[in-house]
């Protein structure tokens, strides 16, 4: 077995009920920092999550196999990242509306209902643990510096979040980092579809205002990751006429999933 599914076996079990009553004292920072920290990331660090999870080997070959459609072009590449965007955006109480985040019965049978989606096409729990922690990561990246407090606040309310959504995870982040650097050494290569599906999420990024420069892309990437990419990086980033052109693209036709700041407050009950 491999030091990773070892390490993802030792992981808090996903919750079978859950109701307010188990949220927590601390509840209400948590909800607070998430959805400050969720407003302010903007979409830099789900576009470094998506090219990540397309240079882990097993990962990006189980996805083509399994959900084809899902990233086969642009445009449903696109729609994939806007679906997942409104998933992420009612979880972190970041959205258009308030959502209370995950004191909300409503919200916590979306990332049911997510989950069971997942489990029809096949896609292992522990790859959703790991997706999951890479994109805490790359918040935490983009609104750095935090605080030790602040970085357990965000990690408590995470794994609550993943743990109802129906797989395993934990609040040490210790386990976690080394979880995710094992993945990574084992997993990191440029597949057969990689170019393509790169090409597509750095267009997508300059739709959405995320730089696909250098300085914007590569420090999303972990260091194994990274080292696979940066090879491929000059060959499957827009040149300068087509980033002008996704620009304005991007601003015509593709929505956005974030609203405008405020505070969050728990649902009643």
Known sequence: MSAYLDLYGRFDAPFERFDNGMLGAEFPAELELVSRL??????RPGIGAYLNFFLLRDFITTHDTNFAPRFQSL????DSFYKTDLFIREVTDSGAKPSGGISSPLVRELLR???????RIGIPPWMQAYFGFSLLENVEKQCAPLSGD?????????????????????QNRTEL???ARSIE???ASVTARVPQHSTHILRIGEMIGVDSGPDSILPMLPPATRAVFEPLYSHVRP???QRLWYRVLGRL???????EPRKAVPVAG
């Open 38 to 43: 969720w407003f302010r990331c903007g979409y």
């Open 113 to 119: 209902s997510i989950q069971r989606r997942h489990s």
């Open 177 to 179: 980092e080394h979880f």
């Open 185 to 187: 050494q084992e997993q």
């Open 253 to 259: 036709l593709l929505p956005k999933a974030v609203g």
């Open 75 to 78: 445009r449903s590449m696109a």
């Open 239 to 241: 040149g300068e006429l």
């Open 150 to 170: 602040e970085k357990r606040l965000h990690l408590a309310y995470m794994a609550k979040t993943y743990r109802i959504m129906g797989f395993a995870f934990s």
